[in-house]
């Protein structure tokens, strides 16, 4: 066993209470302790000469006491003690607050080293509260960067320290996975030192080398394994191959042209559908782009080749518009189309399954439904899903699992920046629509004061009496104590009776499924003009005669998701607007919002929000059902997504896939990340 695999408690300062306490941090072995990396870092590399303290600065200064202090008691239960300290450029305080005990470190014409916020307070230099330590050996000994640890509160910063360098006995047992060809041809530090300087960098240089180089590998590795698996899923596993058929007929009788984008996607498909390796493609295209008419022609394609297709999306909502929409455009064919929910009666759900089984119908849309154990399938040869960062890749994979080798197409709308893409989808082969439909109006959008709230709804009044729907979002459900937002149920209440002659609605997530359903179909018939709603109404709802939303506490959400709520209106042939109400003046919010009103493009909006906010968000685990990654969620950009992406191809052009080094890599890998072939992989 490696000394790595090591419980805790044979660290040095390690004992029963410490090693329960790092327990519950998730450190269980020295390994584990290793990789325990700073949230933060203190810059104690340099000592600053009292004459260049700055206020309002952490400041690493090496002074003398003097001797004198006193303790001030301003008012009852508080005391401040003042310390009076010099250096050869001028003299400075100590203000320790209530640790009256303090005086005793301290010996009159001693050097010290001072660590903390400097202010200057009544025209003296203050240090609050700064750490100390006696200065006994030269002072270079004590100069360094200091890691700043995430704790539970038993536990000091000092205490993390000490353990860790402990641990550090253990640096040189760290395998080095990266082959030493893609270290000298990146750029990149060896795993010692990288583990080395992220908890104790001697420089801030050096600290940008380790993280990038614990980056490179954490990014290297899952975009490793996915390739590999999608590489060996390309050669090993035979497919259904399905027959050209007369798709050009299906085309001919839709209402309006394919866009050039479409047709792309649809070719990639087709490519794919009819090649033996099983499909398993990524279509990624904004709201509207019309990514539902190509699935539908996958879809006919599959049940003309007979086999059955399963269409999983998230929400019972979307469920029944795909099924509507499916049937529209698939039931002239002669295809069966069924729809399987969870609010279906027994009776209903069980002569559903049944056709199901007999093949009775061809396609089927529904939810998570679709993938539990009594579904079965007759012949299923298709599997898509909607909105796919909804869904953990597990889920997927069932669903997937009701077939043999079937072909299997994702959509999403939520763009990403393809760099990005390129990880998170490792495994997928993509086609992108990046084309609207034409005739299509791009949404106006505006950035409003809360004050001008009246003005905006007096414009929803003008356009809900040229007979046309508006949404009215909030961040809330009902009002909070903690949370200064608005709330849907206030805002339904203060809209209720507001415009003569039209009704108000209201949706949520807490209200039962049969009430979102019948409100949302009170909407769609327009029986409802004013619905007003939490995010639930985010995912591909589709009422076109709705021409415009207001978003309340618009600040409250990331610009993804502002840019999908945008996408429920201008779904027609009318003019569309979008009022994102700003609930406080701050200019730093008015500038992230700005992009929305700059562009509809959500490829646009989506590099801008990595820009801005960096790749976390979009490397989340939930959303993806992608690992977390610990470095590369904060330290990330293009030029090492360049790189990574060279050093996986250059790997499998010299290792392969099944060489001992590729083999040994990829346990590794699954061993680190807890991947599994069938978490990832689809059958
Ligand atoms: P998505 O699923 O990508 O959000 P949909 O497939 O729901 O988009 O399409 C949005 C709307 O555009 C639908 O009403 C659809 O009928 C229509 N549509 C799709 N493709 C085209 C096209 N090429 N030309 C005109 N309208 C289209
Ligand atoms: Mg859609």
């Known amino acids: ?71 001030l008691r301003p008012r009852n239960g508080l005391s401040i003690t003042k310390l009076y300290v010099t250096d050869d450029t001028g003299y400075a305080t100590l ?27 009544f025209g003296e230099i203050q240090i609050k509260n700064p750490d100390v330590e006696p200065i006994r050996k030269d002072i270079n000994h004590y100069l360094c960067i200091y890691p700043v640890y995430s704790l539970t509160k038993n536990i000091t910063q000092k205490v993390m320290r000490g353990i860790i360098k402990e641990a550090f006995l253990y640096l040189d047992e760290i395998y080095e996975m990266l082959p030493q060809e893609l270290l000298s041809k990146f750029k990149l ?54 027959s050209p058929c007369d798709e050009d007929e299906f085309v001919k009788l839709l209402p309006f042209k394919l866009t050039n984008a479409q047709i792309k996607a649809w070719s990639d498909i087709k490519q794919d559908m009819e090649s033996e ?83 009775e119908i061809d396609v089927v849309v529904g939810t998570h439904a ?26 997927r994979s069932m669903l997937e699992q009701k077939g043999d080798n079937i072909d299997v197409l994702v959509m999403t709308a939520t763009p990403i920046p393809r ?10 082969d993509i086609s992108i629509i990046d084309e609207l439909p034409p005739g299509r109006k791009p949404v106006r959008t505006y950035l409003v004061d809360k004050g001008m709230r009246e003005q905006v709804f007096n414009f929803i009044e003008t ?13 809330l459900i009902e009002e909070s104590d903690k949370l200064d937002a608005a709330s849907a149920e206030k805002i339904y209440k203060e809209l209720s009776g507001k415009f003569t002659g039209f009704n108000v609605g209201i949706l949520h997530g807490k209200m039962s499924k049969e009430e979102k359903d019948y409100m949302m179909r009170q909407f769609k018939e327009n029986k409802i003009h004013v619905l007003v709603s939490t995010t639930v109404i985010e995912v591909g709802v589709d009422v076109p005669n709705a021409t415009v939303i207001v978003i309340e506490n618009s600040e409250r959400f990331g610009l993804a998701q502002l840019h999908q709520l945008r996408g429920r209106i201008g779904r027609g ?87 001992l080094t590729a083999t040994k890599m990829v346990r590794i890998i699954e061993d680190k990340w807890g991947f599994n072939e069938e978490d990832i992989a689809l059958n």
């Open 189 to 242: 530090i060896d795993v010692k030192t990288a583990y080395k300087n992220i908890h104790y960098p001697d420089s801030m240089e050096n600290l940008e080398r380790a993280k990038r180089r614990l980056a490179f590998q954490e990014l290297f590795e899952v975009m490793l394994y996915l390739n590999i698996l999608k590489l060996k899923r390309e050669t090993i596993k035979k497919g259904i191959l399905f």
């Open 95 to 121: 203000a320790y607050f209530n640790q009256d005990y303090i005086i005793k470190n301290f010996i009159a014409g001693n050097y010290y080293l001072i660590y903390g916020d400097a202010e200057l307070s």
């Open 463 to 475: 356009h809900l009496k040229n007979g046309e729907q508006c949404y009215v979002v909030a961040p």
């Open 370 to 395: 679709l993938i539990q154990d009594n579904v079965i399938y007759k012949n299923l040869g298709l599997v898509i899903t909607d909105e796919q960062h909804r869904f953990g890749v597990r889920q």
């Open 277 to 359: 390796r099983p499909m398993n493609r990524l279509l990624q295209g904004d709201v509207g782009s019309g990514k539902t008419v190509v699935a539908a022609m996958a879809v006919y394609k599959a049940v003309k080749n007979n086999y059955q297709a399963a269409f999983m999306v998230p929400t019972e909502i979307l469920a029944e518009q795909h099924y509507s929409t499916l049937t529209r455009l698939l039931a002239g064919q002669g295809i069966k189309v069924g729809l399987l929910i969870s609010s279906l009666s027994a009776k209903e759900k069980n002569n559903i399954l049944d056709k199901i089984a007999k093949g």
């Open 419 to 428: 760099s990005l893409a390129l990880i998170i989808y490792g495994d997928l």
């Open 1 to 71: 066993m490696s000394n790595l695999e090591m419980p805790v408690r044979y660290i040095k300062g390690v004992g029963p209470g410490r090693e329960k306490i790092l327990n519950s941090m998730g450190i269980f072995t020295v390994f584990d302790l290793l990789n325990y990396f700073p949230r933060d870092y203190e810059d104690r590399s340099k000592v600053t000469p009292i004459i260049n303290i700055v206020s309002g600065h952490k400041v690493l200064a090496a002074v003398k006491y003097t001797g004198r202090y006193k303790v």
């Open 573 to 659: 042939d009318k003019e569309s607007y979008c009022f994102l109400i700003l609930g406080n003046n701050n200019s730093e919010v008015k500038d992230r919002l700005k992009i929305l009103t700059q562009t509809n493009d959500g490829f646009k909006i989506a590099e801008h929000d990595l820009k801005l906010r960096g790749p976390g968000d979009f490397l989340g685990f939930k959303q993806h059902g992608m690992p977390a990654f610990k470095v590369a969620s904060t330290y990330l950009d293009n030029d090492i997504l360049e790189d990574v992406f060279k050093a996986v191809r250059y790997f499998i052009e010299t290792y392969g896939l099944d060489t």
